[in-house]
Structure formats: structure tokens, C-alpha cells
């Protein structure tokens, strides 16, 4: 079977979730093939996971610069190992470097690229990938034509499925090309205990009506108690209320939570863009115009400081 | 020392509108209002402040696309960029990333450059992934998604907030970077800059003058294929309730209803 080559995304020496839904989506089109680079001494342990979850072959890289240079190792690397397996798709997770990643690893193999895949299937002539696209108004199908494929899929695919095989690791060297920009200093982002915002099953999010930072406590309470992760509005983060790695939308992360909870958010078109997709929709707004209304499966027309620890209080008393 | 700084920017359908494909499964760019792409103004705005604080440093903006993408260019003039450089030609119609990286690259080489600025993402495509392909085209380091960013010296730097990390990157020029929509309000245009931006030099440029061939580009030479575009049916309203003290009890029964709680 032909190799489906998968870019593992790590962090803190363990696998992110959405790797495994890649190892998963890779099983409908080959046999996968995880990459997994400059996981250091963590590699062993990744590889062992990718495997449990299909990977066949497990290609390990290591290098100073993973870390000190931007991008372009990541690119000699995926796109060597491509090359020498003959791969027949790449699969990576869309995020701001993955899809950079992705594309330059593409141009080099002579491939075409689609981006923010929702969903991969085997075609007659290779990978059909779906995208959601002009803020989730259209669906579309499409294929690459030219080369093996390079698609970036976001997370929040497929449920990941573990399928146990071989992970048989073989160590790469890579030769490392090209002019990159030098990392000069990386400050690990301070984990929230909360989940990941693109990998929540549930996200509940804040947005003007929360009306201050200190206002998000409420949102917080609600989200800890649902095991949700924490978003907010376009609105709140250029408020200064909440980080921008939090924002959900079109500049920021695009969510397709099996629940999302829109609190005090109106519903623009910046916003739709990155929660549309979601599987059931719930909103708490003071305003009954307000036009997230027209997309709810439940909404609550009503002041979020008192419905939100209302709702807190029911959940946590389960 | 001079400093010629070319910001990309893509004329784009209004967001705000209704946005749709065209027969040939392209993005529909005439029957519908367009406009300098949102996320474009803060390439200019930061290209901008960099040519404020270095000497002699100069602002071209450059575009592909069809007749009415010199209304961005318009815009980018406005508010302050110097002049501009149209890449409009027939051929390049249905382009996909890879074709428009080929002619904004060469139309990069053409025009000269030390530093090239770009937005994060387009607001129509939406891959954030064009300014990867321009370095890897034109050799040059990427330094991209930066939420701050200063040219000083021939060197540029800047913070690139990532999910798993915060990290402070540089490169020497010639490179690319794009900027994000937290590195800094964009400018309005003056009145002074609009009636200024009429008087600025466009340059247009076709497919024979950047010396590519026709078949390279546009809808034929593309490496992806549109098979099949479904509109989404819209959401259905569910039901809707006003919070009569009992709005949070409510919503949790119905949650609980759904599996969720």
C-alpha cells in the first residue's frame, strides 16, 4: 500500500490530538507514515503512540535546528523523507505553521496544496478533501491534480480511532538547506489546565456583553464546570478582556465543537466564520435581535450573569 | 541607505456581502462588491510605520488581479504607500496559491525589494500560506505572523505568537514577513491622501512582462481541482426562551436533554 506521509504536531514531548485524527483520516487512503521532529528524547514515546494509532513506520529527526530556525527545517525534513518514501499524500495539521510547512513542502515536491480540510476521503484519482469555506456558506470538494497531495486538515476532523500497528521507527538524517529566520528566544505558552480551543468538545466563549475582563470569570466557571475550553469575540480580545490566542473567528481559531456556547456575543459575520460549523449551538444574549439567534439550536434571551452561574450551578450539582 | 518595501495585497470580495462562485467553481470577483482586503490593511499600516522609521525607505504596493483590484491599490495609495504595481492579465484568472505565488514573485523580482510585507491571510481564501510560498520562491528567510515587527540595521524582527509559544524571530533583508491583525490599527485614509493617492504612479504588468508563460497559470495550470460546491443549508432556528429567572435551569435541562450534562 502506498505510504501516507502524517506530520505529527507535538508539544511538551506528547502527541496533540489532532495527529492521531490525522493517523486516523491517513488509514482511508494508505499506509500512514508519521513524522515526528525534534521531539528530542520524547521521540521514542510519540513514535509509540503514533503507532497505536496506525503508523505503520515512524521517521524520527532530530536537530537543533527544529528549534533555533523558523519553518524551513520542518520543510528539508518532510519534504526529504516525502521524497525518499515515494509518499503518495502529505497529511499536516492546519495551524499557522503547519499550513506554512505544508506549502513550501509542496512547492518543493512539485504538489498542489489544499488547506483547512474538514474532511478526507479516498477518490478514484487520489485524497478528495472538503472545505468549509466563505465563513461556512459553502462546502466544497476538491482535489489535487498535480503531484502527491499536501493537505492541511483542521483539527476536529474525525474522531480519533486507535488501529495498533508496527511503528517501525527509522532514524533520519536531514540535510538542512535554505534561508531561514533565526528563533531568537521562545517562551512556552503557561497551560490554562483548560483544553486546547481547536480540540474542545465543548467551547463556551465571551464577547461584548461580557463587558470586562473581570467579566470572564463567569465564562470560566461555566467552561471549568462543562470541562470546555474558554473562547471570546473579536470584540472582547481588542477590548483587552481576553488573549488573543483565545479569539474564534476569522482572524482567529476556527472551532467545530460538538456544543458551543456563545455568551454576549452578537453574532458578526467575523465571528460566524469560526464557530459555524459547530454541531449544536447555544446563546446567552440580552438582545433578542441579536443575529447569532438565527443560528441557535437553544438560545436564552437574557443577561449572562444570570443565566451563565445559573446554568454553572445546575451542571456542577449534575 | 534605502529600504524599498512592497506590500502583496489582494482585492477581495466584501465579507459582509453575499460572496459566491462563478460557473467555472472560480470565486466570484465582479457581481459582487469588493474591496482592499481587511487583513491587507495591516500589512500596509505596518509597512508604513517601518518606512516612518528608517530613512529613505520607500512603499510600492502590488496586487494581481482582475481591472477593479486598483481600487485596493487606490486605498493602499491612500493612506500613504507611494506608488503601485497592477499584475493584470486574463490568463491568471482561476490561479490557484501556487500560480499566484509564480506571478507575484516574479512581479517581486521585477520590481525590486528589500523587505516584503504581507497580510496573515486573505479574507476570501482564507489558506494564510502565500507568504511562505513568496520566500521559498525568491530564496529569501520568512519571517511571518508577527504581532510586532521593526526593520533596523537590515534586519528585521518581530513576535510571532504560535499555539504552543511566543517566539522572537529575525532575519537579514532581503525576507518576507506577513504581519497579524494584533500588530496594529490600520490608518484611515486622509483627505489629503485620498486627493494625494490620484496623482501616485500605478504600474500594470502583464503575464509577457514578467516573462511567464500563459499556460503556467490561471484555471488550467492550477494543481488543485474544484469537483463539487454544495451551499450549506442555513441553520434552522431552534427554540429561543426569555430569561424569566429560570433562563439557566432552562438551558441546562435542554443540555441535559441533549447528552451534554
Known amino acids: 500500500m502506498s505510504e501516507i506521509l502524517v506530520l505529527v504536531d507535538h508539544a511538551d514531548g506528547a502527541v496533540r490530538k489532532p495527529a492521531l485524527e490525522l493517523l486516523t483520516l491517513a488509514r482511508r487512503l494508505g499506509a500512514p507514515s508519521a513524522v515526528v521532529l525534534g521531539a528530542g528524547d520524547a521521540a521514542a514515546a510519540i513514535a509509540a503512540k503514533a503507532a497505536e494509532f496506525g503508523a505503520e513506520k515512524v521517521y524520527v529527526a532530530d536537530g537543533e535546528e527544529f528549534a533555533t530556525r523558523l519553518v524551513v527545517p520542518k520543510v528539508d525534513a518532510l519534504t526529504q523523507i516525502a521524497k525518499a518514501a515515494g509518499a503518495a499524500a502529505v497529511l499536516v495539521t492546519s495551524g499557522g505553521e503547519g499550513k506554512e510547512v505544508a506549502a513550501r513542502t509542496a512547492l518543493r515536491l512539485g504538489s498542489g496544496i489544499i488547506t483547512d480540510a474538514v474532511d478526507v476521503e479516498a477518490g478514484a484519482d487520489g485524497p478528495v478533501a472538503t472545505q468549509s469555506v466563505f465563513a461556512a456558506s459553502y462546502q466544497v470538494k476538491s482535489a489535487v491534480t498535480t503531484g502527491a497531495p499536501v493537505i492541511t486538515v483542521k483539527p476536529n476532523s474525525v474522531a480519533p480511532e486507535a488501529a495498533p500497528a508496527a511503528g517501525a521507527v527509522e532514524n533520519v538524517t536531514v540535510a538542512f538547506t535554505g534561508n531561514a529566520a533565526t528563533v531568537t528566544s521562545r517562551t512556552p505558552r503557561v497551560s490554562t489546565g483548560r483544553p486546547e480551543l481547536t480540540e474542545a468538545a465543548i467551547v463556551v466563549s465571551g464577547g461584548r456583553g461580557v463587558g470586562a475582563a473581570d467579566g470572564f470569570s463567569v465564562v470560566e466557571d461555566l467552561a471549568d464546570a462543562l470541562g470546555a475550553a474558554v473562547g471570546a469575540s473579536r470584540a472582547a480580545v481588542d477590548a483587552g478582556w481576553y488573549p488573543h490566542t483565545n479569539q474564534v473567528g476569522q482572524t482567529g481559531k476556527q472551532v467545530s465543537p460538538q456544543l458551543y456556547i456563545a455568551a454576549g456575543i452578537s453574532g458578526a459575520i467575523q465571528h460566524r466564520a469560526g464557530m459555524q460549523t459547530s454541531k449544536t449551538i447555544v446563546a446567552v444574549n440580552k438582545d433578542p435581535e441579536a443575529p447569532i439567534f438565527e443560528l441557535v439550536d437553544y438560545g436564552v434571551v437574557g443577561d449572562l450573569f444570570n443565566v451563565l452561574p445559573q446554568l454553572t450551578d445546575q451542571v456542577k450539582a449534575g | ?261
Open chain 2, 1 to 261: 541607505m534605502s529600504l524599498r518595501i512592497v506590500v502583496c495585497v489582494k482585492y477581495v470580495p466584501d465579507a459582509t456581502g453575499d460572496r459566491r462562485f462563478a460557473d467555472d467553481a472560480t470565486t466570484d470577483r465582479e457581481g459582487v462588491d469588493g474591496l482592499l482586503s481587511e487583513l491587507d490593511e495591516y500589512g500596509v499600516e505596518q509597512a508604513l510605520r517601518i518606512a516612518e522609521a528608517n530613512d529613505g525607505a520607500e512603499v510600492t504596493v502590488l496586487t494581481v488581479g482582475p481591472d477593479d483590484a486598483k481600487d485596493a491599490l487606490r486605498k493602499a495609495l491612500s493612506m500613504g504607500a507611494d506608488k503601485a504595481v497592477h499584475v493584470n492579465d486574463d490568463d491568471i484568472h482561476g490561479s490557484d496559491v501556487i500560480g499566484t505565488s509564480a506571478v507575484l514573485a516574479a512581479a517581486l523580482e521585477k520590481t525590486g525589494y528589500d523587505l516584503v510585507v504581507c497580510g496573515m491571510a486573505s479574507t476570501d481564501g482564507t489558506m494564510g500560506v502565500l507568504p511562505a510560498l513568496l520566500a521559498e520562491r525568491l530564496g529569501v528567510a520568512q519571517a511571518t505572523l508577527l504581532s510586532e515587527v521593526s526593520v533596523a540595521g537590515g534586519v528585521v524582527s518581530g513576535r510571532r505568537d504560535g499555539d504552543a509559544a511566543t517566539e522572537l524571530v529575525e532575519a537579514a533583508l532581503p525576507a518576507v514577513v506577513s504581519v497579524t491583525d494584533q500588530s496594529g490599527e490600520a490608518r484611515y485614509p486622509s483627505f489629503k491622501g485620498i486627493m494625494a493617492a490620484k496623482k501616485k504612479p500605478v504600474q500594470s504588468l502583464d503575464l509577457d512582462d514578467l516573462g511567464i508563460d500563459a499556460g503556467a497559470v490561471g484555471l488550467a495550470g492550477a494543481w488543485t481541482k474544484v469537483a463539487e460546491i454544495t451551499a450549506r443549508p442555513a441553520r434552522t432556528q431552534g427554540q429561543v426562551v426569555t430569561d424569566e429567572g429560570e433562563g439557566g435551569k432552562q438551558l441546562a435541562a435542554y443540555l441535559a436533554e441533549q447528552k451534554f450534562i
